[in-house]
């Protein structure tokens, strides 16, 4: 499993905004996707958002219209802009990585936002 490297996380008031990055090392393989994952305390993992090696986009329901993924291919680095957020947006959000016929994860950046 390669590992990913996540910056940007913090505390944050509801309605702001913070700006997630998550980076990937260069290996042999292509990155055929990126994504970012989150984990409230005492709930599961759920998918946020993720956009393929094409630049095509997904969501989650609860995230839509706040939340804008986007990708810098020269440097296999995946963001997450997220604005006007909400105290159910607070969790650890993990990066994720389609590399080859393998995947990577980040290690878990927090995010808290405080009402």
């Known amino acids: 499993q390669v590992q990913l490297v996540e910056s940007g996380g913090g505390l944050v008031q509801a309605g702001g905004s913070l700006r997630l990055s998550c980076a990937a090392p260069?290996?042999?393989?292509?990155?055929?996707?990126m994504g970012w994952y989150r984990q409230a305390p005492g709930k599961q993992r759920e998918l946020v958002a993720t956009i393929s090696g094409g630049g095509s986009t997904m969501y989650a329901d609860s995230v839509k219209g706040r939340f804008t993924i986007s990708k810098d291919n020269a440097r296999n680095t995946v963001f997450l802009q997220m604005n006007s957020l909400k105290s159910e947006d607070t969790g650890v959000y993990y990066c994720y990585a389609r590399i080859g016929p393998g995947d990577g994860w980040g290690q878990g950046t927090q995010v808290t936002v405080s009402s």
């Open positions: 260069r290996t042999f393989f292509s990155i055929t996707a």
